[in-house]
């Protein structure tokens, strides 16, 4: 397996670990979890990039808010409750409720940093055998000059 298949096999697997942590902590019927992504981009032959591609309230869910803080800013909170079937008149009420009870953390985000070791050993692995692969194609080449 070449590295850029061991950064996308991370990649699924962090996925599905993220939206079972998700699922776990009770978030399993949001839409969040279908808009949870990765991409493997490479800009340069050296250089390949895993990226997470998520909506930019998963920081809320991932670390949630404290209770007696301000509320959420008027509108934000629209295509959440549209989603939900709740009529827009009642976003005040629903703004103002988090903002005396807060919105419980459910963290995902660290299963990233936690797999790091896993994911260094794979690519350790991975380069060994590319470079195996390589060493195997020059010495095919020297032999037959």
């Not at 776990?24 to 493997?40: A, C, P, Q, T």
């Not at 050296?46 to 991932?62: A, N, Q, R, S, T």
């Not at 079937?85 to 963290?107: D, L, M, S």
């Amino acid at each position: 397996m070449n590295i850029k298949e061991i950064v996308n096999l991370f990649g699924k697997e962090i996925i599905i670990k993220m939206k079972e942590k998700l699922i776990s902590g009770g978030k399993g019927d949001s839409n969040f979890i279908n808009e949870l992504k990765y991409k493997v981009d490479q800009p340069t032959k050296e250089l390949i990039e895993l990226v997470l591609e998520m909506p930019d309230y998963g920081k809320f869910i991932d670390s949630g808010r404290s209770p007696n803080r301000r509320m959420p800013p008027s509108g934000v909170l629209l295509n959440w409750m549209s989603r939900k079937g709740i009529r827009p008149e009642f976003e005040y009420v629903i703004r103002r409720k988090i903002g005396i009870r807060g919105i419980r953390a459910v963290p995902f985000l660290n299963v990233w940093t936690d797999n790091i070791p896993y994911f260094n050993q794979k690519l350790e692995q991975g380069a060994y055998e590319e470079l195996e692969k390589e060493i195997d194609t020059l010495i095919d080449k020297i032999n037959k000059t």
